[in-house]
């Protein structure tokens, strides 16, 4: 398995190109199954989230073709309402295929996606929703099947505001009969992108972006072509190293709408934030003050931001307080971080962070995404060598992000094992 090694404490200067959404694209390219002919969509990431819903996608029976950040879907084919455990077990948002199957075969039989390392993440919502519109659910051997002759549309409220909740249910109440209401919704920057997506295929969405969406369902949707929305929680990870490293670091290609919280956040600490349109100038300075930090749902500080602000205030002047309220188990980067120097104890959901004046370097292991990216950071700015091992989970969201880093002055190359 590669790793990582990162000689630390160089100067970050340049620009740095912001490739596009991950979480944006998984559904997009997922949507390419509610309608028959070519869709086409550009500025798609090379990661390894995208090759396993391309997967999934041709097992179901669509055409996939790839050129650069270019890929064509074709679901003309679709033919096969199953995705199978060692698809789904890859990625949890293998689970946004449900909507769309029941949409257009009538049926789907997706495998349970079970935990992860950042938590329990159950899929209930997503379920009860389509429950709520007419559908049949079986659980059984750890698949769940869904089935409906048609979906109805319905007033349906979310618990909670849930992201890929929230994206099935909109594909599934676009070919639905009659009108969807969606209470309570995510309102992430990715939901907008997706209605926008599909509003382009045909649908009859209001209200994306807000708490409540309403879907007028309809007949029949045309394929489409698009450009994925810049990835926000990689721009804020380039932030946030600038801010680190006393460097000075412009993204190019990000929408810094969508970075309000960590913008202001940052600011806060002491770094220089410049905005000019799609450009973003981050300029480090020698004090970082300490903020607390609760995550929430967008617009609020974005959970997928937390363990990159916590290297942060690893090294700020004070005491701050970082609270998770969306994951039940997301500070397993802590106790690397603290190998690698860092005073932080966590009681309940919050985690108490005593700035320390340096890091030093330590092998550590990535656990998950963001945890993998903090360690990065972690790396960036601590003194000596810091070895990065299972990187896998870092090639399934930051798109090159090694060589990223090197361009802007980092010591940093990857090690193939
Ligand atoms: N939840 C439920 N029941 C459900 C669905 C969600 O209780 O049926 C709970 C979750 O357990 C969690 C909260 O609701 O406590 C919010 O979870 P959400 O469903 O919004 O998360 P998700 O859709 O599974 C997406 C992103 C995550 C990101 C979260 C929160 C994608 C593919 N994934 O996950 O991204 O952290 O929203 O913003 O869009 C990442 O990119 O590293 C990543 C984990």
Redesign the pocket.
């Known amino acids: 398995m590669d790793k990582i090694v990162i000689e630390g404490c160089h100067p970050l200067k340049g620009d740095v190109n912001i490739s596009g959404s991950?979480?944006a694209a998984?559904?997009i390219l997922v949507s390419s199954l509610l309608a028959d002919g070519w869709n086409s969509y550009s500025n798609v990431p090379a990661l390894n989230?995208i090759q396993s819903i391309k997967l999934l996608l041709s097992h179901l029976g669509a055409r996939v073709e790839t050129e650069g950040d270019l890929i064509r879907i074709d679901s003309s084919g679709l033919c096969n309402h199953e995705a199978p455990y060692e698809l789904v077990r890859k990625m949890?948002?293998s689970?946004?295929v449900l909507g769309p199957l029941v949409a257009r075969l009538k049926k789907a039989r997706v495998s349970l996606p079970g935990g992860c390392a950042?938590?329990?993440?159950?899929?209930?919502?997503?379920?009860?929703g389509l429950e709520r519109m007419g559908a049949t659910i079986k659980l059984s051997h750890g698949y769940v099947d869904v089935s409906a002759d048609y979906l109805q549309g319905e007033e349906i409220f979310f618990?909670?505001?849930?992201?890929?909740?929230?994206?099935n249910l909109m594909m599934a109440a676009v070919l639905a009969k009659g009108v969807t209401v969606l209470h309570n919704s995510?309102r992430?920057p990715?939901i907008v992108a997706l209605a926008e997506v599909l509003t382009k295929m045909g649908a009859d969405i209001m209200g994306a972006g807000s708490e409540v969406i309403t879907i007028k369902g309809v007949s029949v949707l045309q394929p489409t072509s698009v450009s994925i929305i810049p990835d926000r929680?990689e721009a804020g990870t380039f932030m946030v190293a600038s801010a680190l490293n006393k460097g000075d670091i412009t993204l190019l290609g990000c929408d810094p709408d969508h970075l309000e919280a960590v913008i202001q956040k940052l600011a806060l600490t002491g770094a220089k934030i410049l905005v000019d349109g799609t450009r973003l100038r981050v300029i480090g300075t020698d004090r970082i003050d300490s903020v607390n930090i609760k995550t929430l749902?967008?617009p609020g500080f974005?959970?997928?931001m937390q363990a990159q602000f916590m290297v942060l205030m690893s090294v700020a002047k004070g005491v701050s307080m970082i609270t998770e309220t969306?994951?039940?188990n997301r500070f397993i980067h802590v106790s690397e971080l603290k190998r690698m120097g860092a005073h932080i104890s966590i009681s309940g959901n919050s985690a108490r962070i005593r700035g320390v004046s340096s890091l030093s370097g330590a092998p550590v292991m990535a656990t998950?995404?963001?945890a993998s990216a903090s360690l990065i950071l972690a790396g960036l700015v601590a003194h000596g060598k810091t070895e990065i091992n299972r990187v896998y989970h870092l090639d399934r969201?930051y798109e090159a992000i090694e060589k990223k880093f090197e361009r802007l002055g980092a010591a940093i190359r990857r090690v193939k094992e």
């Not at 950042?118 to 009860?128: E, S, V, Y």
């Open positions: 991950k979480n998984l559904p989230d949890r948002a689970i946004l950042i938590g329990a993440r159950p899929i209930d919502l997503h379920l009860k618990d909670t505001p849930t992201v890929t909740g929230t994206e995510a992430e990715e929680i749902p967008y974005p959970t997928d969306i994951f039940e998950d995404l963001r969201g």
